[in-house]
């Protein structure tokens, strides 16, 4: 089901986590002790640097995603940093069918941009983001080509 006047937004698709740079497994594993199950890890490089591992709840489209930064130029180290040490929620992301119309609808509508156009992003999606100051929080717009449009 599509929410009402937003053309091609599904559900959320995950809240992602940022983890101290050394605190990864440590947390997959608790995750796991809850029956969180791994579906995906992957180093993001790029202007990420992120070590990403994306965990299923249950049976449901929702993930837990966790981000550990590979260097202090992560975006993710910032915001590590920025909270005194300590990691915390870093954004929420939000399943499109279609990243390039969200992405027109969203300018359209005054959201402030962080990409200049949608990107690859991991696991073979589409995403982009729009800015804290938009929202309150930072917001992950995903597009997973598995969806089968």
């Known amino acids: 089901m599509e929410t009402y006047g937003i053309p091609g937004f599904l559900f959320v698709d ?13 947390q997959v594993r608790s995750y796991e002790a809850l029956g ?23 049976s449901g ?19 590590i940093d920025k909270n005194g040490g300590r990691g ?12 390039a119309a969200a992405f027109v609808h969203c300018k359209a509508v005054g959201l402030q941009i962080i990409d200049p ?6 696991r073979g999606t589409t995403v982009f983001f729009i800015h804290p ?13 598995s969806d089968g449009k």
């Open 14 to 26: 995950h809240v992602a986590i940022a983890v101290p740079p050394g605190g990864l497994d440590a």
């Open 36 to 58: 969180f199950r791994v579906l995906h890890r992957e180093d993001v490089l790029g202007g990420d640097q992120v070590r990403e591992v994306l965990l299923e709840i249950g």
């Open 61 to 79: 489209p929702n993930l837990i995603q966790l981000l550990e930064p590979l260097n202090e130029t992560s975006p993710v180290q910032k915001l």
């Open 88 to 99: 915390g929620f870093a954004h929420l992301a939000l399943r499109v069918r279609n990243a």
């Open 117 to 122: 156009a949608p990107r690859p992003g991991s």
């Open 133 to 145: 100051k938009s929202l309150g929080y930072l917001i992950e717009i995903v597009e997973d080509p």
